[in-house]
């Protein structure tokens, strides 16, 4: 009996190891729609590695944000992230998403016939008509600042703003198609805050791929 006993304990400890260990390391996520084609079609099941940028944690009224071994996204990363857009939810709580890094901190990028500058911790940004709005929803949204934009100018934390500066970094997303008006062409910068990990293998679908260069 107490051998029956101490078997079924260590049973339950090793199940529950692995399954702290896969949630913490690599989690199986399945493509919805299509804006992965060809590489990935709709159905198809990957493994994402929570480590790739450093494990994160925390990210709730309760728990700060933090990453563990942080590494940076690179351009043509294939991220899973969580939507930047939906600010009423912390984001681990959020839709999950997967685009192609396209734009990384210091970067220029075009939306809607607009040059705009990635921001980044490194990466001081000119406020300009275009980008003041979306500096201002950065800020009260990522940046734990008071922003607005009044008579044409940005004022953060009640004074006016010329430059901004970030504490944490940005990217920029798109589909597999580069004329697609999909990923951050829609739903603007992705924090780093919203950043899961990277597609490291796709398990199966149509057929078998594996991706040159990712973990």
Sequence with gaps: MKNALKFMRALIVTTLLMLAFRALTLTVYTVRGRVLEPRLAEGDRVLVNRWSYGLRTGGSPTFRYAR????????????????????????????????????????????????????????????????????????NNYEGRRACVRNGKLYADGRQTDYATFTIDYYWFSSSNPDDADGSRRFGFVPETCVIGKVAVRLYGRKEIRFSGLE
Excluded: S
Aim: aromatic share 8%; glycine share 10%; charged share 20%.
């Design 68 to 139: 563990w071994l942080g590494a940076p996204v690179e351009r043509g990363d294939l991220v899973v992230f969580n939507d930047p857009a939906d600010t009423l939810r912390p984001p681990a709580r959020r839709k999950v998403m997967a685009y192609y890094c396209t734009g990384v901190p210091g970067d220029t990028v075009q939306i809607g016939g607009t040059a705009l500058t990635v921001p980044g911790k490194r990466t001081m940004i000119r406020v300009t008509e275009a980008n003041m709005r979306l500096l201002a929803f950065l800020y």
